[in-house]
């Protein structure tokens, strides 16, 4: 759950933002595959999102349901499969479709698992056209994407590799899957695409992970989950890294990145980014957060008890606290 966002919207800081997000493998598959349900629709209407995925009926069923909803920001579904290059390749499609990939499933590999081979052995196979992230953005004039989040079963390093562009141009954070076995034939694992993230200015703040039992052992730990065989990787860019000098390092950017940090539950990021805006760039009160830094730490009855104003991160911003905000720090 967001800390600092209902403060920095009832302030009207998030007036100045417009938040965009590109979700590759958008199928629908429950509440926690829509941005709303995860508190996203704060940063509505300034709210844009592209979702892709390469089954039709899934993007048609998406936006009808988007239709339906009326919302007050801006979500279409694309039937398009992107990749690292404009082209035909072979869809290979699931038993379970959501597990449908370019890679072929490693069957073999699969059946020694429990609750796999159900959902990921292939049921068929299809042609389809691919094209890039980059590509799709050129055409569409799309300038910015903040948040990139990319599930399309072992294929990921492919969109990634097909967004180079736009990850150096504009993307603050990246949630995507990765696997640290081979659960599709010869796909990239956890160590490639950490690699390339990497090199390419992002830095890894968490594993979701996902474990699974031998299939024919009667017998399980009750220590360990099983062998770890896949996660979702949450990685974010450090602008305030003093050793670096890039074009996104800008007070609206860095602002961008601690609401994307605050709403994926890293609010100690957060927090840590809006105190630095507060004392480089505070004389502007576009950036002075010491108000909704104050606000938000009080809905904490332990720090209320400790006394705020004893905290050493409120020592150093106390000087830009304003308002009835003061009386909290008595």
Same mark, same amino acid.
């Given at each position: 759950m967001p800390v600092f966002l209902s403060s920095l919207k009832k302030s009207g800081h998030l007036d100045q933002l417009q938040i965009t997000i590109c979700n590759v493998g958008s199928r629908k598959l429950g509440s926690h595959d829509d941005y709303t349900s995860l508190g996203w629709d704060v940063f509505a209407p300034r709210l844009t999102i592209y979702g892709f995925d390469a089954d039709i009926d899934a993007c048609d069923e998406a936006n009808a349901e988007l239709e339906a909803r009326q919302i007050n920001w801006t979500e279409k579904h694309i039937p398009l499969a992107l990749g690292n290059s404009i082209g035909e390749s072979t869809l290979y499609v699931t038993k379970h479709p959501m597990c449908s990939s370019l890679y072929p499933p490693n069957e073999p590999y699969l059946a020694r698992f429990g609750g796999l081979p159900e959902l990921v052995n292939l049921d068929f196979t299809m042609e389809i056209e691919t094209t890039t992230l980059d590509i799709f953005c050129q055409e569409e004039g799309i300038k910015e994407i903040d948040f990139l989040q990319v599930d399309?079963?072992?294929?990921?390093?492919?969109?990634?590799?097909?967004?180079?562009?736009?990850?150096?141009?504009?993307?603050?954070?990246?949630?995507?899957?990765?696997?640290?076995?081979? *659960?599709? $034939?010869?796909?990239?694992? /956890?160590? =490639?695409?950490?690699?390339?993230?990497?090199?390419?200015?992002?830095?890894?703040?968490?594993?979701?992970?996902?474990?699974?039992?031998?299939?024919?052992?009667?017998?399980?730990?009750?220590?360990?989950?099983?062998?770890? *065989?896949? $996660?979702?990787?949450?990685? /974010?860019? =450090?602008?305030?890294?003093?050793d670096i000098s890039i074009p996104l390092k800008t007070p609206k950017q860095i602002f961008k990145l601690a609401c994307i940090a605050d709403i994926m539950n890293f609010p100690d990021y957060a927090l840590e980014l809006l105190e630095y805006l507060t004392l480089q760039y505070g004389t502007d009160a576009n950036y002075n957060f010491a108000n909704n830094i104050i606000e938000s730490l009080a809905q904490f009855p332990g720090l209320i008890q400790q006394g705020l104003g004893s905290l050493p991160i409120v020592e150093k911003i106390r000087d830009r606290v304003s308002g009835d905000v003061q009386g909290l720090l008595a």
């Open positions: 399309v079963q072992g294929a990921d390093l492919q969109v990634l590799e097909g967004a180079s562009e736009i990850l150096k141009r504009s993307i603050l954070a990246v949630q995507i899957e990765v696997e640290f076995s081979h *659960l599709y $034939a010869k796909q990239p694992l /956890f160590a =490639d695409v950490d690699m390339y993230l990497r090199e390419k200015g992002f830095t890894l703040f968490d594993l979701a992970t996902s474990y699974r039992v031998r299939a024919r052992s009667p017998i399980h730990s009750r220590v360990r989950a099983g062998q770890l *065989l896949w $996660a979702d990787a949450f990685y /974010f860019r =450090d602008l305030i890294r003093e």
